[in-house]
């Protein structure tokens, strides 16, 4: 029997991670040596505090029933926190839960848009900013991002009908994968291009604790009018190594986030009630090693990026998030084929920049997710392998 799939569904392509373990799957089966850096999955561990707050709140048999909702007590840390990390008042009735920024944003367009209504996301940008509205109907108009910009939107540049026509904006700092931090001024000129357009903004927020060079993570909300345009999404899955919890939150403009409340209360029961109880015990709890975290991360950006630029590879350090964002050597003009040759070569796997977009050409992504020790083996395995 021979089925007929939606064209939606068609459309999208086997996710690069996939491709990408099955080519490792191979090499391990071949006995070789793998050295994996393409899935941004932390190596650190989540704090003690903690798991014993999920250990603890699963033995009791009530918690195992349908959540329904977000606890009282969650949606006043996430409150509290905010005042005290980013400066931001926001009321309980503005904060929703999600199942992960990647859910989230993959259902938010279903709130948001109609069929054929203009979406605007990054260009190279997260898949799912693009994927989630195009799953709604939406019509995506990519933005560009450029090194020479330091890979920040230049509105200007941004047609005038297609600013008219879009719905919302997917917007991303510190930016996965291109690693750059915005400064004050984008997000000023953000708000007021939206406004002036009445343009929605999400911004994905899930690097504001991994900052380098002595800055500091902000959150779109701090910014005077963010509230008024747009909803920001904070993530507890890199900031307190929770990723297979999956649990995130959105917050900002009232009527956007009891819209998509609406929408999701149609496709879920609410999370797991223990996984509640550690969100609550993560914001509530001492943030030391948060802070200690970034800086192990930025010891590795300097290790791998230095380390790449000694051996000949002129890799620029991130300015923030756990990865680095890497001009290909000269002599390979695809950046699939360069991901490739490394991996045969040397073990090494890496993202290539085309996974991103079609602006990601030149580039591949890199995620710190091993130790120095590691790092410092890697880079002398590729300075023997002499594939640059």
Request: glycine share 8%.
């Amino acid at each position: 029997m021979e089925f007929q799939f939606s064209k939606r569904s068609e459309a999208i392509e086997e996710g690069i991670f996939t491709v990408l373990n099955h080519k490792r799957a191979e090499l391990l089966a071949r006995g070789r040596e793998v050295y994996n850096f393409s899935v941004g999955t932390p190596d650190f561990k989540p704090q003690p505090h903690i798991m014993e707050a999920l250990m603890e709140a699963a033995k009791d048999t009530e918690n195992y029933k349908y959540a329904l909702a977000d606890k009282p007590e969650l949606l006043e840390a996430v409150k509290s926190f905010y005042h005290s990390r980013f400066g931001v008042e926001v009321e309980t009735d503005e904060i929703m839960s999600l199942y992960g920024s990647q859910e989230g944003m993959a259902h938010v367009a279903m709130a948001l848009c109609d069929e054929g209504d203009v979406v605007l996301a990054p260009n190279p940008g997260y898949p799912v900013f693009a994927v989630g509205p195009e799953l709604c109907g939406a019509k995506i108009v990519t933005y560009p991002l450029y090194a020479e910009n330091n890979f920040l939107p230049v509105f200007e540049d941004i047609p005038e009908k297609t600013a008219q026509a879009a719905k919302f904006m997917v917007v991303s700092y510190p930016a996965n994968p291109v690693c750059s931090v915005a400064d004050d001024g984008f997000y000023e000129r953000l708000i007021a291009f939206a406004k002036k357009y009445e343009i929605i903004i999400l911004h994905d927020n899930a690097y504001s604790d991994i900052v380098y060079h002595g800055k500091e993570g902000k959150s779109f909300l701090s910014y005077p009018g963010a509230k008024d345009v747009g909803i920001e999404f904070y993530s507890l899955s890199k900031s307190y190594n929770m990723t297979g919890m999956r649990i995130s939150f959105a917050l900002g403009n009232k009527s956007v986030i009891t819209q998509f409340k609406k929408v999701r209360s149609q496709i879920d029961y609410g999370i797991f009630l223990p996984i509640q109880i550690a969100a609550i015990a993560a914001l509530k709890g001492p943030q030391d090693a948060v802070k200690e975290q970034c800086r192990k991360y930025e010891e590795r950006n300097k290790a791998l990026c230095g380390g790449l630029r000694k051996i000949g590879w002129n890799v620029p350090d991130s300015q923030g998030t756990m990865f680095v964002w890497a001009p290909i050597p000269e002599k390979y003009k695809s950046c699939e084929q360069f991901a490739l040759d490394l991996m045969e070569e040397t073990g090494v796997i890496v993202v290539p920049g085309t996974a991103f977009g079609d602006l990601g050409e030149g580039y591949v992504r890199m995620a710190l997710v091993h130790d120095i020790p590691v790092i410092e083996k890697v880079v002398n395995i590729i300075k023997e392998s002499h594939i640059l």
